[in-house]
């Protein structure tokens, strides 16, 4: 039962799910993790969303349990939600979107813009940095992530327009996940991953994504691919450049060094200028975090989440949505969860 002890304008809640079909296969996980309502074509949720699906606004926009749009309602009472000095910095945007990816199939390789070419060539202020945490993986799944050599333009041109997913998928740098592992994953890096793995994903708070191959995918590559700007202004965004195993290194924080009970940052420091995400275990006594927009998904058992605000008990699959003006906060109980968060106020600052 909720205990409100604050404004009626940002009151934590507990999200219903926000899923929708899309091109590739998958989403009976998130149906189980998070009670409906599954595939087969339903590969993502989008979690405290105030972001639309490229061309396709409103969809996208979560929508809280009251019927209001989160991204209105932030819109209304921004300091509120997100805090003065998040607003003074940020503006009203959340700066982060939150999605469970589930993947029947493998993922096409494709890349995400960075800031940069968002502003150059979209008018966009965010480009698509991204981040994954394992829930569960196969024995031995692999993503790859950016060119093993350094490439050229014309080569990647090349296998685009002569739909080589063959070459494009050996030509990527790749790297063994296991469930609880987190990596990075910068813009412009040309990516997959493969089918059966499942995660949470955080990222900067677009839906950019530049397709280099689209072969056994229900959607037209050549037509829907580049953004609507034309691969020729499209495959600009690609980082050509090699990256090798000690790179990707840079980019992981692997399962056993995230796995302790308390709370543990899952993100190498790169990530600190676009979002933030801890691990909470509440198993050796409650887990504190300071006050902050924050969209927590509970991995594992139950517990109960205290703030100023409100007190409620939680337990696997649920989405807690916090607003700053909750105040500090703490999980009781016997629960796992992951805390996904903007950058900090002074965070640096990364334009690229």
Same mark, same amino acid.
């Given at each position: ?15 219903? #799910? ?90 096409? #390789? ?12 979209? &008018?966009?202020?965010? &480009? ?163 006050? &902050? ?60």
């Amino acid at each position: 039962m909720w205990v409100l002890l604050m404004s009626e304008t940002a009151v934590p809640v507990l999200l219903p #799910v926000n899923q929708f079909d899309h091109f590739y296969r998958g989403g009976d996980r998130i149906g189980k993790l998070r009670r409906g309502p599954g595939g087969p074509q339903r590969p993502e949720e989008w979690i405290g969303s105030t972001t639309a699906r490229f061309g396709q606004a409103p969809q996208g926009f979560s929508t809280l349990p009251d019927g209001r749009l989160l991204v209105a309602a932030i819109d209304d009472d921004p300091v509120a939600w997100l805090g003065e000095a998040h607003v003074a910095r940020y503006g009203s945007s959340t700066e982060v979107l939150v999605k469970l990816l589930d993947l029947d199939q493998r993922l096409p #390789v494709h890349l995400h813009p960075n800031r940069s070419f968002a502003k150059t060539h979209l &008018g966009l202020a965010h &480009g698509k940095t991204e981040a994954w945490y394992v829930l569960e993986a196969p024995e031995g799944a692999e993503v790859g992530v950016g060119f093993k050599d350094t490439m050229t333009l014309q080569q990647v041109d090349d296998w685009v327009r002569d739909r080589d997913s063959a070459a494009l998928l050996s030509a990527l740098r790749t790297r063994v996940v296991r469930p609880g592992d987190a990596m990075l994953v910068p813009a412009g890096l040309p990516h997959t991953v493969q089918e059966g793995v499942f995660v949470l994903e955080l990222q900067e708070p677009t839906d950019l994504s530049i397709l280099l191959e689209w072969q056994d995918f229900a959607v037209d590559g050549a037509k829907d691919g580049h953004l609507d700007l034309g691969f020729e202004t499209a495959l600009q965004a690609v980082d050509l450049a090699g990256v090798s195993d000690s790179d990707l290194d840079r980019l992981v924080v692997t399962h056993d060094r995230i796995s302790a009970a308390g709370l543990a940052s899952v993100m190498p420091a790169q990530a600190d200028p676009y979002f933030r995400a801890h691990r909470l275990d509440s198993s050796a006594g409650p887990v504190g975090v300071d006050a &902050g927009f924050a969209i927590v998904l509970v991995l594992g058992g139950s517990g109960v989440i205290h703030s100023d605000a409100a007190s409620f008990e939680v337990a696997r699959g649920d989405v807690a949505l916090i607003p700053f003006a909750a105040g500090d906060w703490r999980l009781d109980g016997e629960a796992t969860a992951v805390a996904c968060r903007p950058p900090a106020p002074d965070a640096p600052m990364d334009a690229r």
